[in-house]
């Protein structure tokens, strides 16, 4: 089935926040971010900025009728600066006046006076001295002290990986509607409708029930919408709710990158172990996470880190560290993954560094060491693997053997261009970390003609949601899929909702949907046994015609429908998922945290031009684990963009904070995101088609954010590309791998003939 919004897309008729029509009376707000990364107001004067034709009000921390505060894990996010400012961008007044263009025209005549402080922008240098959002968490199992004397080969390394800019295509924004008796309507672009009516009642200082929070659909979240939503809706509601007016705040672009939060730049360490059968024993790692100046997700995409440690390896002995560092950039956030590509780059660093060492592929550490049904996860899960069978499969039905030699051929055949491979095999946890996060609700309401309506706390953000949820219902009532509709979420119709993000959204709510169809179902196949003096478990629905033991009885589902309101039956239900099995225990880092795991390995080719450093994806082959898909088309396009986002972050996507915390990649013009030119000439994708019992929806696995780690193949894939032209370059592990990094990569020698004498016949052992 084509994702229901591809009509509404491709005209442009589709409703994004501004599409919202505007209400007459509407005011327009702008953010006055700091220039400065860390330090102390001593003047703030808005006097020339209030003096401007049309500016009504001018909000800062003294104006917020309720607490100052957004943060979601830990309280300590201030909405608007009081006294100091912790990074730059961080929102220090609210200008609001009546249209956008005077709103950001009056926050440049504001006047700020700021006494800088020393500002730490590495988190190693937070970690020593002492800048922890957290205490350290570490996962354990086995004994490595013990390991490593075990150990045939050991070797230790450093591997770092950079944020990443989410480019949602629609920037952040939220437009707050004043309601009666003090209530506040809010129309986000959220993946996380209850966090932000959290953040809004907090900060107005309002029960719950007070305000609503709206969202039709999303332009792209990649996790950025997941916590940092809530600081414009904050802020417009806030301006709603005093100023008695409706308020809207659209980012744009320059300022949506410079106030929000990216993917979490990582620095860690690693000691890695392995015996004379390159199995690996033993794996040490720390792990410092670039928190940012506040602590918005990071405890829990620290979490993740460490689950994903050891990706699709089972390793006996395992010790991880993990220290999440306050800095004074703007608070790190989700991003696709979720800090489970941090985790798995240094793995994949450590097992490059054992292979490159030893003078063999990395692929043969790696298939060496894949994890197998019924080994143990470092936190205590039992895996139910299909590693080896994602790896077999790929390397199968692309002739891994043949690649390799096409890939010598080339590379003996050239001397300017060099291709490299790279095998890069995917396992990723299924749940929210948090298990009371795993719970979710819908609404579901068949009308008296027949059409259906489904309420869920599911946010579609252009990864096709609403289309499973709507399969799921058109699949139990086996009514037309045109006379089913996804309404938008709204925190009035279904409450407590957790984010759309973890990949775990069409599960979660596509389970409760399930759960209210059948429901329904089954109080109207009482209607109709009665009606036909039958027995219920004989009466089933097939395209809308009724059936009674196989047979036709001449009802269609419109008179069944009809007739059941008639006979005053219940036509809605509400209903509750809670994801079974999952526990987790925090004493001692232990459980069984996930529902399931994704499983997957890539085949990436990349091909060097070693004059100018330049490069291109040839190709990624995948296999991946869909369980039982129940969208081909949706799921081959998270598949698709996943692959394109994650080799962006691993090759290309470059982000500068100079020393002062300041951003210079502020703009498209200086952060290179993948285009249509860098995407990979082939993407082939593959289903590991399995009928496996498993808790995804209708067995359809989770998709979302497994893909993009596919993308670190890109990495090694270039990495190799470049030792075929110059073996003895020491390239540090430090994504992304840009241009200017392959080119100092390339000549990177003390001897300059070593480079040219580069040998084309160097072995390559990959398989
Ligand atoms: Mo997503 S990174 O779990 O919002």
Request: charged share 20%; with cysteine.
């Amino acid at each position: 089935m084509k994702n229901i919004d591809s009509a509404t897309h491709t005209r442009g008729e589709s409703i994004y926040l501004d599409d919202i029509p505007i209400l007459n009376g509407t005011l327009f707000g702008c953010a006055y971010p700091s220039a400065v990364a860390h330090g102390v107001i001593t003047k703030l004067d808005l006097a020339a900025a209030l003096q401007m034709d049309g500016v009504i009000k001018i909000f800062t921390c003294s104006d917020i009728t309720g607490e100052n505060q957004i943060g979601g894990i830990i309280p300590d996010e201030p909405l608007l600066a009081d006294g100091h400012v912790h990074f730059c961008g961080m929102p220090v007044a609210f200008v609001v006046a009546t249209t956008p263009e005077i709103a950001r025209a009056a926050t440049k005549k504001i006047l700020v006076s700021i006494d800088p402080l020393p500002v730490i922008t590495d988190p190693r240098e937070a970690q020593r001295k002492g800048e922890l959002i957290v205490p350290p968490r570490v996962f354990k199992m086995g004994d490595t002290d013990s390991a490593w004397a075990a150990c045939e080969y050991i070797f230790e390394g450093s591997a770092d990986t950079n944020g990443q800019e989410h480019l949602y295509i629609e920037t952040q924004g939220a437009y707050a509607v004043p309601q009666e008796n003090n209530a506040v309507r809010v129309y986000s672009s959220t993946q996380a409708p209850t966090a932000v009516q959290r953040a809004v009642c907090k900060v107005l200082g309002v029960p719950m029930h007070q305000v609503e929070v709206d969202v039709t659909r999303l332009g792209g979240g990649f996790g950025g919408k997941e916590d940092q939503a809530n600081t414009w809706a904050a802020l417009c509601a806030l301006a709603a709710f005093v100023l008695k007016k409706p308020v809207k705040y659209s980012l744009d672009r320059i300022e949506d990158m410079a106030m929000t939060g990216k993917r979490h730049p990582y620095s860690s360490d690693f000691k890695i172990g392995l015996d004379k059968n390159l199995k690996i024993q033993a794996y040490e790692v720390t792990m410092y996470q670039n928190a940012g100046a506040a602590a918005d997700l990071s405890p829990a995409v620290l979490e993740r880190s460490l689950f994903h440690s050891t990706n699709s390896y089972f390793i006996p002995n395992t010790k991880v560290t993990a220290y999440s560092c306050r800095t004074h950039l703007p608070p790190n956030t989700a991003f696709r993954g979720f800090g489970g590509p941090q985790g798995m780059f240094v793995i994949e660093a450590a097992i490059a560094a054992a292979a490159e060492s030893l003078g063999v592929a990395a692929a043969v550490i790696q298939k060496n060491n894949l994890i197998q049904t019924g080994d143990e996860f470092p936190y205590g899960q039992k895996a139910v693997s299909e590693a080896v069978a994602c790896w077999e499969k790929v390397t199968q039905i692309h002739n891994l053997d043949a690649i390799k030699k096409e890939t010598d051929d080339f590379n003996a055949g050239n001397t300017i261009y060099k291709k490299g491979l790279a095998l890069m095999p995917v396992c990723f946890g299924i749940s929210f970390t948090k298990t009371p996060m795993n719970q979710a609700r819908a609404l579901v309401h068949v009308y008296s003609d027949g059409s259906i309506s489904i309420s869920t706390g599911a946010v579609e953000m252009g990864q096709g949601v609403n289309t499973k949820i709507l399969q799921v219902a058109a699949h139990v009532f086996s009514v037309d899929p045109a006379k089913i509709r996804l309404q938008t979420t709204n925190t009035g119709r279904i409450a407590n909702t957790s984010p759309s993000a973890a990949s775990a959204t069409a599960d979660l709510n596509g389970k409760a949907a399930l759960m209210a169809c059948t429901e329904i179902l089954k109080r109207l196949k009482a209607v109709a046994a009665e009606e036909l003096k039958q027995d219920a478990g004989i009466i089933e629905i097939k395209n809308e015609e009724l059936f009674a033991a196989g047979k036709a009885t001449g009802w269609t589902w419109q008179k069944l429908v009809m007739t059941a309101f008639l006979k005053r039956v219940s036509l809605s239900e509400h209903a509750h998922y809670a994801t079974p099995v999952i526990h987790f225990d925090l004493t001692k880092e232990k459980g069984h945290p996930f529902a399931y795991h994704v499983y997957g390995t890539a085949i990436v080719i990349a091909k060097v031009d070693c004059l100018r450093g330049i490069y291109e994806m040839e190709s990624v082959k995948v296999v991946h684990d869909f369980g039982a898909s129940m969208n081909t088309a949706v799921d081959k396009g998270q598949i698709e963009g996943g692959i394109v986002q994650g080799i962006g972050w691993m090759t290309m996507e470059e982000l500068v904070y100079d020393a002062s915390g300041v951003l210079r990649s502020n703009a498209l013009s200086t952060y290179k995101v993948p285009d249509i030119y860098s995407v990979p000439k082939e993407i082939d994708i593959h289903f590991l088609d399995t009928d496996k019992d498993n808790l995804a929806i209708l067995r359809s696995k989770a998709v979302g954010e497994p893909p993009l780690m596919y993308g670190i193949g890109a990495y090694f894939a270039l990495r190799d590309a470049v030792r075929k032209f110059n073996p003895a370059a020491v390239i540090p592990f430090s994504a992304p791998m840009t241009p200017e990094k392959v080119l100092t990569a390339l000549y990177h020698t003390k001897n300059k003939e070593t480079a040219a004498a580069a040998s084309p016949n160097e072995k390559s052992v990959y398989g």
